[in-house]
Each structure stands twice: as C-alpha cells, then as structure tokens.
C-alpha cells in the first residue's frame, strides 16, 4: 500500500502575542487581527533546522527509518544555492545514494513536494521518501503580515508499506496570481489589493481545487470528515468556508490563534494534527494554495489506530512566551549592531567541514574495537588503550544527561546569556555544547537532554550546523 | 637523571602588573628583563641564550610570534632566542626549557622572559575574542574562559554541596594579599557584600571570581649553580620541575572528566614532588603560587596537589590555611586575582614572587622562614600544567 507511513511536526518554542506585536506599533488589540499569538523561530534556527527537526521526529531514533528520498519544501530556503535537503539529509545520516531535491516557489510547494515524492514511489524509483516543508516567512516590521504568520515545520514519510492514509486522488491547477510574492533580493513578502487576493485568489482558487478533487474522486462533500485547509488569516478561512457550502467540514483548527500562517509547512502541519484524530475509514482533503492550488483526498486505513498506540511527543507543543516584539526583531536579524560590538567572525574552514561532515552533521564519534571506549570527536590513537587505527565509526545517540553546565554572559551573541553543556549520551560519547531554547534557571546536573541541530555561526556567508542540546521534555 | 639542584635562579624582575597603556610590548619586556639583569648582576652582553614566552601575540598578530621580538626589545642580536606557547602555562614552561638548556650543560647562563600585552586591544577582544574566533568552528563553540571553569564550578558545587560563599573566601584572601603588593593590579581588599553585589560573568562565577586582563612582563636569569654565586650570594635553586598534559583539549569531550579536580596538575605535582622528595606537601612547602584565574581553579587546586584531601578545599581556605599567616599561604602576591594575568608573563611573576619570599625580602608578604616554595601554573582547561618547586 503506497501512502503515508509516519509523520511528525515541528513548531519553535516562542509564542508572540498579537498583543505585543500591536503595542509596539500601537495598534489596538482584539479582533479580527490582534488576538492570539503567533511561533517564533529562535535566532539559531532557520527553515531548515525546523525541517530538520521534524525530520528526525518523523524518523524516530536511534536507528530510525531509513527513506530513500528526502525533498525539502520552502520559500525561506536559507540558501539559494546549497541545497537544504542535502543538510537535512546529513543530520538525519540518510546515505549518499539517495534523492534530494528542494521545493520552492510557491506556498504550495509543501504539497507539490508531496504529490512528487508518492509520483516516485509509484513510478518505482523510490521506496520511500520523506517530505519535510518549513517556513520561516518575513513581513515588512509593522506590517499586518507579520503578526498573522508563524515559524513551523512538518515532515511526511511516504512510501511502499503500512500507510496510515492513502491518497485516492489529487488535483492541481497552476495559475498565474499576484497574491502575495518576495522577489529574491528582497527579504519581506509583498502584497497589494487584499481583498482581490482573498476574494479572486484564496477563495475562488481553492473553491475550484476543492470541487476539482471531489469530481476527480467522484465524491461527495457529504462522505469527507474533514478539509484542512491553511489560511492566511481568520476572515479569508471563515469566508472560504461559507463560500464552499459545507463549513462545517471547516472546522480542522488552521492553528491561527497558536501558531499562526505557517506557509509552505501549513498544509502539511494542520494534516498532522488532522489525522492525530483521526479514524480508519475518514476521507481528510487537504487544500494547499498558492500560484494555483493543490487538492488531495486522503483516506485514512485501519494503521492509524496501531500508530497512535506509539508513545509520541505533542505535535504542536506549549510554546513558551516570547517576552517582547523586540526579541522577535532581535531573533529574526531584524535588529544588528551596528558596529558590530557583539559579532564575531569565528574561525571557519569549509574544508575543515567538509572532511568532518560525517562526524559532525551525521553525529559519529569513534569506538574502540580493543577497549570499547566511546570518544567525540574522533581520535586515531585511544587514549585509554594506546592502540593505533583501532576505532570503528560509532553513531552517537541524540538524547543524554547533563554532566555539567555554565551559563556565559561574557560570549558574544544575541542573547544576553549563552548555557555550555557538557553531555553524556546514552550509548557513550560525551559531547560539549551550548544549550538550545532552555530556561538557564532550570538547568540542573543529571538533567535529561537531547540533541537539536541549529545554526552555530554564520562566517564566511556561510551557516555552520552543528548540534545543541534541549531540555527533553520541550 | 633529575634537575634537582641542577640549576639557580640569580635573578627575577618584572614590570607593575596592569592597564599600561602607555607602554608597548616590547617596553614591558625591557622592563623586566633589565630589572632580572640587575638583581642577577649580569649584564645583558653574559647571556648567551633565551626563552621567549607569549602564548597569543595579541597586538595585532605580529609581536610575540618569534623569539625575534626578544632579540628586538633587548637589541639581543647575538644569542639564539626560542618562543614558547602553552596556553596559561607559557611562562613557567619557557622557564622549564630553558632550564633544560642550561642543565645539560650547554648554555651556562640563559635569559627566560614572559610578557604579554593584552590591553592593545579591547579586554573583550584580548581573551573573549580569541575563544569566540578561533577554535574549532563548531566544536565546544561558545565558551569563554569563565564559561570553562564554571563547569567545574557546578559541577564541585553539586557534589560538596558548597556555594559561592566559598569562592568569595578565595577571593577576599587574595585581594587582602595583593593590597600588600606594590606590583598587582589590584591593591585593595573587598568585602563579602562587594563579592556578592558584583555582576555575575559565568554563573556560578561572577566578577570576583575572575581574573583581569591585564598587561605585563617578568623575567629570570638562570645560570649553573657552580657559578651562581659569582653572581649573586642567594641563589634559588630548581628541586623539581612538572609538566603534564594528560587530557589535552579534549578535557569536555573526555567521558573519564569529573570536573572536580584536573589531572593535569595532579601528574605534574607527582613529578615536581618525586624530583624534589616532597612526600607531604603540607607540610613541606612554606609558601606556594597557584593558577587562580578563577577562584574555583584555586579551590579544587589545593586538592590536585595534596595540600587537602580531595572535597575539602572548603574547610582549608575556611580554616584559614592558605592565608598569610597560615600554616601553606597561597597566593602572597595577590595571585592572578589581585595581580592580573598577562598570559605568557604569569609563570614567571610566580617564580619571582617565590624567589622574593625564599630570599626573604617580600617585604609586608613575606612569610617566616620559607626555605622551599611552589609554583603551579595551569593552561586550557587543565590542558597543561606546571608545577614547580624551588627551594633556597
């Protein structure tokens, strides 16, 4: 059965309220934009450690799934010429010999990156491929934009096997729009008639998608559960829905109030949380939009009961209060030193990591086939029995407990405080990091961690990802 | 083959230790080489070899690369000149090889120098700088100095079960030294209440708990011991010299690490003592120089060498043991706490200070009687260390 066999999503830990975004720029609270609160990416994260992230949760660990494809899904790729998906696919120590492609272009790339990887599964030259769609969109500061939107990030295993859904059909229309674009040198998102892009755009597109699926399907809107379907914001979902006919199928939260428009990783984030749900037998259809649409009818198969069985972590988490808009200012880069008091340019050889990328984006140390000992980073010669050339590559486990910690003010770095880790990961190895999104107050010695991939540095216009350790409960 | 007795200190010199904006890096090694020239009696013309020790050229990149910066200063044209770069260590390690030099019988009279100018620059670019751009790019990537050793510091904490207010001993003994010392930094003594109202650095550590960063040189003249006293009637003599770097850089990444004592030292003591035949160092050191770049490093290091057993540095800085008027005092001069830290400059400040107190002439410091002194000088995070024993 060709279909969805895992998934998983990830949503940063800071929460911005609308509130605090409107105080700053003194606009009143309440409705329809100054309620709830949106996901804010740390200043360590970027779309691809957030896709890298649920990658690995959709993977599981130690020795997780082992796709044969992995297609990254953006229109906040960091690069535009290094490719995320090759990264992604180094963290998650996926082998060389295997797709990547990065989707681009379009809010509905999420989908489209979907509907290709089951296109190669079903044409045979892939068993399975994970899907993994982030988005870290900007909004001029100020803009209306920019308190509707969240960070946030979700990946989808397909592939040959006991898929959870299977996806009885799909439609797509492309179509020229101008709704909302970035043009490449540009860092913000534009838009111009709003209400043309709601009504003639949004609405009437997805209207045209929805009822193109149910036709190809030869469905009747009666006999679906559930549409999830993203939206830019509340009044554009609610008229959609009215405007379908059928709102009660709307009812799918679009995460607007918690997390906020997540882009390119909506549609594949609010399925998720669909089919967390869900029962065996449900047909979901999941609207994505964007130049066109993308509609797919998803029937969900007996599987999803024995998945939900499988301890899992909250998709969407708690979140945690951002304290202020200027920290989102400062988190995004929005905000820089303007004589660079604080910035450093740390060593960089990308021949150096190169050569390392195994060990530091895979996580190996070495074992010693004599002694046993466990060692990060690798070593030819152990220490503990002296003996030459006599390691083996031992892949590192991401969850540990922390042996001892400092917290540094003195480092140069966005935040006030910067926590060093020293970590021991079950199965051996000891790893000496920062730590990531932990309260410094609640640190202790002996503390459960696990390991994140993040943003290190960025020098020689070049992002180093290296890994952080967390707090495991978040 | 051991080095006991195998070399003499004639003669030490260092510049005041501080902020010397007006002086360049070469200013402060002419300073103190000079100053050891006159306590040696020599003149410059007898030396006929020297050490360099300067462990980041800070200025720049360009002065302490080379012995040639020596040669510079000093118009030292005609001796061969070596630099030397251990981390923290530099000045007690350029010490030990020219020691080396000088007992195996090639060189009869040799120069050592340590000096290192940190104030060229922001005190955030001189040290903090150098961790944050150097370095492996993403290995252990954010620390600073503070930021490493208030790992042990947690860590200790955890297990004794002690807090700041024992750091804040270490802290208030060695400013009260260093207000007796013309030469430090800092010459004032603090209170508890200034210890804890000062802005925390690297918790657990705080401002008090750390060194400053600081410009300065010092510098020995050593020689045979056959001819020491055509020079000078007190000689010092070497009784042991330590070095031992058991864990490297790796010290974090180690799984053996416990963060609550550094091998480093302990191997170092071991030789240093086996040379000079200290069985208890307690007992028989009168006065000793420890690394205390931070307070804790000075904590744990009363334990490394033997002066308390191991979880109990709480009681003998509380007992008052390494004060002044204790039984083992640490840290006469203020130690890097009250004196600063010029890096490479460091080890050879200690050895002057233990000569000073071993030919009694530590003026308001000097301790009664000392006849055998300790200097222990740490670099990295425990990386390297010295230890070295000298006795009159």
């Not at chain 1, 000496?432 to 609640?442: G, K, L």
């Not at chain 2, 708990?209 to 009637?233: E, K, M």
């Amino acid at each position: 059965m060709i279909g969805i066999l895992d998934y998983a999503a990830y949503v940063p830990i800071h929460r911005l309220t609308r509130a605090e975004i409107g105080r700053a720029w003194g606009r009143p609270s309440g409705p329809p934009h100054g309620d709830g609160q949106r996901a804010v990416a740390n200043f360590d994260e970027d779309s691809l450690t957030l896709a890298a992230e649920a990658s690995l949760r959709c993977l599981g660990q130690p020795e997780g799934q082992r796709p044969d494809g992995l297609y990254f899904a953006s229109t906040t790729a960091p690069d535009h010429e290094r490719q995320a998906a090759t990264v992604i696919a180094a963290a998650a120590d996926l082998p060389r010999e295997i797709r990547t492609a990065d989707f681009a272009g379009s809010l509905r790339a999420g989908t489209s990156a979907l509907l290709a990887a089951l296109d190669a599964v079903k044409g045979g030259p892939a068993w399975s491929i994970l899907v993994a769609a982030a988005d870290c969109r900007l909004a001029e500061p100020g803009q209306m934009a920019e308190a509707l939107m969240g960070d946030g990030a979700a990946a989808f295993l397909v592939g040959e096997g006991e898929a959870l859904a299977t996806v009885e059909a799909a439609y797509s229309i492309a179509e020229e729009f101008p709704g909302t674009w970035r043009q490449s040198r540009n860092l913000y998102i534009q838009s111009d008639d709003e209400k043309f892009a709601s009504t003639y755009g949004y609405q009437r597109i997805s209207l045209e998608a929805m009822r193109g699926v149910l036709d190809k399907a030869k469905v009747s809107p009666e006999q679906v559960s559930k549409v999830v379907c993203p939206a830019p914001d509340l009044p554009s979902y609610t008229a959609l829905a009215k405007a379908s006919g059928i709102p009660l199928l709307f009812l799918q939260d679009p995460l607007l109030f918690s997390v906020g428009f997540t882009g390119v990783a909506a549609p594949l984030l609010l399925l998720a949380t669909c089919l967390e749900k869900a029962e065996p037998g449900q047909l979901i259809m999941v609207l994505s939009y964007g130049c066109g649409a993308d509609a797919l009818l998803l029937s969900v198969t007996d599987n999803i009961e024995a998945h939900r069985l499988r301890a899992r972590r909250s998709l969407i988490g708690h979140g945690r209060p951002l304290p202020s808009y200027q920290t989102y200012l400062k988190y995004r880069g929005l905000v820089k030193s303007q004589h660079s008091v604080w910035e450093v340019e740390p060593f960089s050889s990308l021949t150096m990591m190169w050569r390392e990328r195994k060990q530091n984006l895979g996580l190996y140390g070495v074992k010693c086939t004599k002694c046993g000992a466990v060692f990060f980073p690798a070593r030819r010669v152990c220490p503990r029995c002296e003996t030459k050339d006599a390691f083996e590559p031992h892949k590192l486990s991401r969850r540990g407990r922390l042996v001892t910690f400092s917290k540094d003010r003195l480092y140069p770095g966005p935040e006030p405080l910067t926590a060093m880790a020293v970590v021991d990961l079950d199965g051996g190895g000891r790893l000496f990091t920062q730590m990531a999104d932990s309260d410094p107050e609640t640190l202790r010695v002996g503390m459960e961690v696990e390991l994140t991939l993040r943003i290190f540095h960025e020098s020689k216009g070049y992002a180093h990802y290296f890994w952080k350790a967390k707090p495991s409960h978040l | 083959m051991t080095i006991r007795d195998k070399v003499a200190i004639i003669g030490v010199g260092a510049t005041p230790f501080g902020e010397h904006f007006e002086r360049g890096y070469p200013d402060l090694i002419v300073e103190a080489a000079y100053e050891a020239f006159e306590d040696a009696n020599v003149s410059p013309s007898q030396i006929q070899a020297a050490w360099l020790g300067t462990c980041f050229p800070d200025s720049g990149g360009y002065q302490g690369n080379a012995g040639a910066s020596l040669a510079d200063a000093l118009s030292l044209y005609h001796v061969p000149i070596s630099r030397v770069a251990n981390y923290c260590a530099t000045g007690t390690d350029a010490f030990r090889n020219a020691c080396f030099a000088v007992a195996s019988g090639i060189y009869d009279i040799v120069l050592v120098v340590g000096a290192e100018k940190m104030r060229d620059v922001t005190a955030r670019e001189s040290l903090v700088g150098q961790l944050a751009e150097t370095g492996h790019p993403v290995h252990g990537k954010g620390v600073t100095a503070p930021g490493m050793f208030a790992l042990f510091a947690t860590r200790y904490f955890e297990l004794f079960g002690i807090g700041r207010e024992t750091l804040a001993k270490v802290a208030m003994k060695n400013h009260r030294h260093g207000s007796l010392n013309p030469k430090a930094h800092f010459q004032k003594e603090i209170t508890l209440e200034q210890y804890f109202k000062a802005p925390m650095v690297a918790d657990p550590l705080g401002l008090y708990d750390c060194c400053p960063q600081t410009d300065g040189a010092a510098a020995a003249v050593i020689c045979r011991p056959d001819l020491a006293s055509t020079f000078n009637t007190e000689p010092i003599l070497v009784k042991g010299l330590g070095l031992a770097n058991p864990v490297g850089d790796e010290l974090a990444f180690d799984p053996e690490s416990d963060f609550i004592s550094f091998r480093a030292t302990k191997d170092a003591a071991r030789q240093a003592y086996e040379q000079a035949g200290i069985r208890d160092p307690l007992k028989e050191i009168d006065v000793a120089e420890l690394h205390d770049c931070f307070t804790i490093t000075e904590l744990v290091t009363y334990e490394d060498l033997g002066f308390c057993p191991t979880g109990e540095g709480r009681q003998f800085i509380e007992k008052g043991v390494s004060s002044l008027e204790g039984e083992l005092p640490v840290n006469t001069s203020g130690g890097l706490k009250s004196c600063g830290h010029p890096i490479g400059a460091t080890g050879l400040r200690m050895i002057g200070e233990i000569t000073d107190q071993l030919r009694g002439r530590a003026g308001k410091r000097q301790v009664k009687g000392a006849t055998r002194g300790l200097v222990h000088n740490l670099g990295g995070l425990g990386a390297v260390t010295s230890v070295i024993v000298l006795g009159s």
